[in-house]
């Protein structure tokens, strides 16, 4: 079952723009993770936020986390054209699950 | 240089043969997994290994095996019995398992003729 879910499916921006992806879940987590992946490509990590945490920072990217709405933000800043790929979220469950589950992913397209 | 790898990167296969993706990794990890994805769609967790000699079903194992002989190699048999097996196949690393930062290799496409 998919515990993660990321909105929208697909986003086309403008380089230079920033790009907002979200990701909700259902049920209370250990962390939460980002992954990016090119076309045809393997995953990528990209950012861990734990559950005590609100926000991290890691060069273009922020990541904050909602505990009590249940959701997650990856904002990318000042977006470039290599920057198109499609980006996952994966969260484990409370209790010590383990395995990751991924969410379906946004596409994220940034034009030139 | 340290990293996974996967072999082969395009695999065809013909209904009814089993055929057996390989994955090693040089990163000393204790986990590995193995991921099915298919077209717009997320990562389906087919079998896990958090030591050598065991493994565990994920959600999607039916049609599926593995061995874990070694702590480098997570090799994948799909079977026969596999009714949809065309899809791109992830397999991942981590340091332990539960959930830590997992490392991927680059990926095998199984087409089936």
Not at chain 1, 37 to 42: E, F, I, L, M, V
Request: charged letters at 20%.
């Amino acid at each position: 079952s998919q515990q993660g879910e990321e909105d929208p499916q697909a986003l086309s921006i403008q380089e230079g723009e920033n790009a907002t992806m979200n990701c909700s879940y259902k049920t209370s987590i250990n962390n939460l993770q980002w992954y990016r992946q090119n076309s045809g490509r393997g995953l990528v990590h990209l950012i861990l936020i734990r559950s005590n945490e609100r926000e991290k920072h890691s060069g273009r990217l922020r990541v904050t986390l909602d505990t009590s709405k249940k959701s997650s933000s990856l904002l990318i800043t000042a977006s470039r054209a290599a920057d198109t790929a499609s980006y996952f979220c994966a969260t484990d469950a409370w209790g010590g699950s383990e395995k990751l589950v991924f969410g379906k992913g946004t596409k994220l397209t940034v034009n030139p | 240089d340290g990293g996974i790898t996967q072999s082969p990167k395009y695999l065809f296969r013909k209904e009814g043969q089993n055929v057996t993706l390989s994955c090693e990794q040089n990163l000393n990890h204790d986990a590995m997994y193995w991921y099915r994805q298919d077209p717009g769609q997320g990562l389906r967790l087919i079998y896990y290994s958090q030591i050598v000699n065991d493994f565990q079903k994920g959600d999607i194992a039916e049609g599926y095996s593995v061995s874990r002989e070694k702590k480098e190699s997570f090799p994948l048999t799909v079977t026969s019995a596999q009714k949809n097996p065309t899809a791109f196949y992830l397999c991942a690393s981590s340091v332990s398992g539960s959930t830590d930062t997992q490392y991927f290799g680059p990926g095998t496409r199984l087409t089936v003729l």
